[in-house]
Nanobody, 122 residues
């Protein structure tokens, strides 16, 4: 099983920037199973939603709400994924989770980090 640890959250004013990091660890076998790495977020009282994801080959996918403001990147050699967040808005507030999906049929047996909190003040 892959373990994920996030860092980089905090309090920032509207228009500010933050950079989130997520490092994956585990056995060599489990780390080799990682393909897509992504960030999800959960705002208070709302469902968790996908923010951005990136494949091992560098193909990215973003939620419409963060396009042109957030940039996801990864370092495959270090099993890490990053989220550069610019022009932050109060609606970006939430707990951000790192995720590595691993589907067996329709069921995701992937890993989640413990979450890092981002608070954007107006």
């Amino acid at each position: 099983q892959v373990q994920l640890v996030e860092s980089g959250g905090g309090l920032v004013q509207t228009g500010g920037s933050l950079r989130l990091s997520c490092a994956a660890s585990g056995s060599i076998f489990s780390l080799k199973t990682i393909n897509t790495m992504g960030w999800h977020r959960q705002a208070p009282g709302k469902q968790r939603e996908l923010v951005a994801e990136i494949t091992v080959g560098g193909i990215t996918n973003y939620a419409d709400s963060v396009k042109d403001r957030f940039t996801i990147s990864r370092d495959n050699a270090k099993n890490s994924v990053f989220l550069q967040m610019n022009s932050l808005k109060p609606e970006d507030t939430g707990v951000y989770y790192c995720h590595t999906p691993r589907y067996v049929g329709p069921v995701d047996f992937g890993s989640w980090g413990q979450g890092t909190t981002v608070t954007v003040s107006s």
